[in-house]
């Protein structure tokens, strides 16, 4: 038998050599032990410049995330802070908002030209899941800033002296000027009274341009309503609806002063969508971000439903996108349509009393006008 012998390849040296070399580097991570043998040989100092720029970029990564924290969370009052806690709205997520939507605004080619060079007002958007059934009623909400600037324009309006012949108009202003001098009230350029607005105001192209010669109104409280009723729909459009103060000597500048930071709108049952203004592009981020936190609060208090009703809540500035801060996953069946109550006077009550024309009967007037006789039966001692 003849045996044949065969030959086995056997490895190159150079080979060997790399496969002993591999063998005693240490494990890294990030490197599979098993290393192809067309692969390309790593240096450990290029495996030691790796590690050290992806630690770095890490590194840099989690002190961006903690600056933007520590400036959102210390850079404002412990109300705004639980403010966000309660209703889980970050506070991180209203600042890019803010500052976002009023980038898209300035950064838009079609708003570029001299009518917009000027402030534009940024509202909350309110969506809710039922509409109220209630009249058209009006809304104050309480901000944390005023929406005016120093240059702005603000008119009174106030009823006129006892004493005083009504159109004597200049003795009537003279005479709300001293009491604004004494109490160090400021900010107040015209006081008209409510005579000479009904005398000089009266058709609709006078009270159009009435509108907008001032920034904002204010209001006696006494006259408010008969003021409102003959300003008409114009005020509400351009949402300048006077803004109700009490004109007692102890609390004017208070009163004032609070209803510089006041933002009026309107609850209706026409839509599913609401406009709450809460300041304008000049304001500040941290300021806008305040007016927010604290209109979410007032909002939850006096909106019909509070913050169960509402679907999400956006940043809206006009002729620009909106963006959401407030995204509510609730079941819409579990909702109750709410119902707004009118507030009645504290004089207005039913009135009873014996009926002189009947005898054993008694009569009783409501508020709304109505007569109710009823009789009443003698009962034998």
């Given at each position: 038998?003849?045996?044949?012998k ?8 150079k ?7 591999i063998s005693?580097?240490?494990?890294k ?5 098993s290393?192809?043998?067309n692969e390309?040989?790593v240096?450990?100092k290029?495996?030691?410049?790796v590690?050290n720029?992806?630690?770095k970029?890490k590194?840099t ?12 969370l210390?850079?404002?009052d ?10 889980s ?10 500052s ?10 079609k708003?570029?030209n001299?009518l ?5 007002p ?7 899941w039922?509409?109220p059934?209630?009249?058209p ?9 005023s ?9 009174l ?8 012949k009504n ?10 000027e ?6 160090e009230?400021t900010?107040i ?7 000479q ?9 006078l009270?159009?341009?009435?509108v907008?010669?001032?920034?904002m109104?204010?209001?006696?409280g006494?006259?408010s ?6 300003l008409?729909?114009?005020f509400?459009?351009?949402r300048?609806?006077?803004t109700p ?7 004017i500048k ?14 209706h049952s ?11 592009s ?5 300021e ?23 679907k999400?809540i956006?940043i809206?500035?006009?002729r620009?996108s909106?963006l959401p ?5 609730a ?6 349509v ?8 504290k004089?207005?009550?039913d009135?009873e009393?014996?009926l002189?024309t009947?005898?054993?009967?008694k009569v009783?007037?409501k508020?709304s006008?109505a007569i ?10």
């Amino acid at each position: 038998m003849v045996i044949m012998k065969t030959k086995t390849k056997s490895t190159p040296r150079k080979r060997k050599l790399e496969e002993e070399v591999i063998s005693s580097l240490p494990p890294k991570k990030g490197r599979d032990k098993s290393i192809n043998r067309n692969e390309d040989v790593v240096t450990p100092k290029h495996e030691k410049k790796v590690e050290n720029a992806q630690k770095k970029t890490k590194s840099t990564k989690v002190k961006s995330k903690v600056k933007k924290n520590f400036v959102a969370l210390k850079c404002y009052d412990e109300r705004v802070e639980e403010i966000s806690t309660k209703y889980s709205i970050p506070i991180d997520l209203v600042e890019t908002n803010v500052s976002n939507i009023v980038k898209l605004v300035e950064d838009n080619p079609k708003l570029k030209n001299s009518l917009f060079t000027e402030r534009f007002p940024i509202f909350l958007q309110l969506n809710v899941w039922k509409i109220p059934k209630c009249n058209p009623t009006l809304i104050r909400i309480q901000l944390e800033h005023s929406l005016l600037d120093t240059d702005d324009e603000v008119c009174l309006i106030v009823p006129d002296v006892k004493g005083i012949k009504n159109k004597e108009y200049e003795q009537h202003i003279e005479h709300y000027e001293e009491i604004l001098k004494q109490k160090e009230v400021t900010g107040i350029k015209k006081i008209m009274t409510l005579h000479q607005l009904k005398a000089e105001y009266e058709s609709f192209e006078l009270k159009r341009g009435l509108v907008e010669l001032y920034d904002m109104f204010l209001v006696d409280g006494r006259i408010s309503g008969r003021v409102v009723h003959h300003l008409g729909k114009i005020f509400y459009k351009k949402r300048k609806i006077p803004t109700p103060i009490k004109m007692d000597l102890g609390k004017i500048k208070n009163s004032i002063e609070s209803a510089f930071k006041k933002s009026t709108f309107q609850v209706h049952s026409k839509g599913d969508s609401f406009m709450v203004q809460i300041g304008h592009s000049k304001m500040s981020t941290r300021e806008l971000v305040e007016n927010i936190f604290i209109a979410v609060e007032n909002i939850d208090k006096q909106f019909p439903g509070g913050i169960n009703n509402l679907k999400h809540i956006n940043i809206y500035a006009q002729r620009g996108s909106s963006l959401p801060i407030y995204v509510a996953l609730a079941n819409p069946n579990t909702i109750i349509v709410p119902k707004v109550k009118v507030k009645k006077p504290k004089h207005c009550k039913d009135v009873e009393g014996e009926l002189t024309t009947k005898l054993n009967h008694k009569v009783k007037v409501k508020p709304s006008g109505a007569i109710v006789v009823t009789q009443v039966n003698d009962q034998d001692d």
